[in-house]
């Protein structure tokens, strides 16, 4: 139990932080200091929003865009706080609070973005900045302005803003209820195990095992948790295929085991409020009112990407399926292949047919070896140099780097949490204490990474998979889109980008991991320290495409569900299993592989919405990381300085500067073109209708 903390002074959350670079003091702040600083920080930044609104002023650039720009520090501050905690360490007591503030955040977002005086005024601006004299920094913060009080129904009539507000409300409510659901069915559920059941899996496996029981109370014992990490390694080393179905149904059904963390209700009245606001916003469907603001700006322009891979890889999966069929037959299996069985066979061929497996090459990815390879990455590209800190964070596991330039310069503060917890969402995700901004001083950005990779024993090295190193450098491509962040105005500061351009700087920091002289060099044995031999890296390095018909399937079926999902006019009274079922159907889904997230646990789509009628963002954004990633490779260099820096001045470091096609065509000279992702995938010699 927390008690309320008696006065003000006594609530670090209050006070000014002025400890190892300005970090909250994480160890003094307890949960009953939220409330109270969240009610405080609204209050002020209310304060702020109708003193701009009632300026007698005629309204101008600094009274009315700066001032917003410069207005809301202070909650700004207690949110990004708070939220870290209820993604990467919460608790009841956290959560409750979450529910608590969730719709008063939503109810203050409303009291901005549908104040009318305070529309007016930006409206007022927006239809004279040709005569404002601006420079293209502030015309775009304008813009920007304008088109989020437009897009959030300023201009709307009273009575359909009442309606959005309330729409927006419950939101809100029920995206914060959805992730905590999914949170509540991750927890609650551990294979616990025998020494003699784990048939197949290798040392690092079992040694996760043992952590994870020990973790929740039982050591001696074995568990597999819902944790990407755990579950997805259970599935590709067990000889148990009993066991492999029975984790396997665990890991799918989450958000959808009836009681009170079920989704599916929860679902039904998103999607149906999510219309309503588009309609009431002169929008078709959700889908097009979210892709508006985006780089693909249709849903018919997002479908028309996902169509030109989705018959490639439903051919190359099906190939892949009956090579793992005869793999089956072969050994004498009669049965035919179910999706529980499908990593399991997968690996075996992999390993038959490159002569590789994951338990050999996982022993040269040590975590604090990737860790660095991220680094020389980034000194290599950027000039920057990443030195460890010793500041005390909000769980022993988060570490921190402070991060410099060339000149020896402070660009960042860095910190990574890398581990599975209980007390942590799963997925990985880059996020910020504080984002970079000039308008109140040089305001430097504190950024964080979050994974789940599986801790290990006391003693043993972190050892990720080939997958788990790609996930460290795609949050870590996010975060220096963050820490690299070199703009004036807060708005556009780092990663506030449209979600179909933002994948793009974390997508394309992945290709410098499979660079061989990264590998070569950081690619070590945890026991002996070598190099990887160079034939087992070229191997490696020609698997790339293997089973790639799976992932582009598993994850291009999320993609047009979640816009099918979207684009429904009305889905009053939605049955969801039955319109995942249907429209699976519709899209001649293989029976032998499920969405990477099924809808009940699809927290991209439905814990806060980042990315609802968005989950395409991820492809389109890999036609422009895989487009990009050739410029390099066409200098012959994968670390080419000029080609660096123009990424950086366009893409890393400007973030919401210019409009994505603008800021792309900067950095390429050109628009790219769908080709280097489907040669990426292996898709290339596969035509559009599945025929090669
Ligand atoms: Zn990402």
Known sequence: MTRAPSSDTQNPLFATWTGSFELPPFARIEPGHFRPAFDRALAAHRAEINAIAADVAVPGFDNTIGALEKSGHELERVANVFFLLTGANTSDEIEAIERDVSPLLARHSNALYLNRALYARIDDLYKRRDTLGLNAERARVLERYHTRFVRAGAALEKAAQERLAAINERL??????????????????????????????????????????????QPGKYAITLARSSVETFLQFSSRRDLREKIFKAWIRRGENGGITDNRALIGEMVALRAERAKLLGFASFADYRLDDQMAKTPAAARGLLDEVWGRARAKAA????????????????????????RYYAEKLRKSKFDLDEAEIKRYFQLDKM????????????GLTFAPVAVPLYHPDARAWEVTDEQGRHIALFIGDYFARSSKHSGAWMTSLRDQQKLSGDVRPIVLTVCNFSKPAAGEPALLSFDDARTLFHEFGHALHGMLSNVTYPLLAGTAVPSDF????????????????????????????????????????????????FATVEYTACALVDLDL????????????????MDLERIAMPAEIVMRHRLPHFQHLFSGGGYAAGYYSYMWSEVLDADAFAAFEETGDAFDPVTAKRLRDFVYSAGNLREPAKAYEAFRGRLPTVDALLKKRGLADIGADGHS
Do not use: C
């Open 502 to 549: 933002v994948e793009l700087p974390s997508q394309l920091y992945e290709h410098w991991l499979e660079v061989p002289e990264i590998l070569k060099q950081y690619a070590r044995h945890a026991r002996t320290g070598q190099p990887m031999p160079k034939a087992l890296l070229d191997r490696l390095l020609a698997t790339r495409t293997f089973n790639q018909g």
């Open 172 to 217: 809100a409510s029920l995206g914060t209820q959805f992730g905590q659901n999914v949170l509540a069915d991750e927890k609650s559920f551990a294979l616990m195990l025998e020494e003699s059941d784990l048939g197949g899996l290798p040392d690092f496996a079992r040694a996760a095992a043992r952590a994870a029981a020990e973790e929740r109370g």
């Open 371 to 382: 860790i660095e390879a991220a680094f020389e990455t980034a000194r290599r590209l950027f």
């Open 319 to 342: 190939a892949e399926r009956d090579a793992l069929h005869a793999l089956v037959a072969e050994e004498g299996g009669n049965f035919a292949l179910a999706p529980h069985d499908w």
């Open 566 to 581: 979207h684009s429904l006019p009305d889905s009053a009274a939605l049955d969801v299993t039955e319109f995942e079922r």
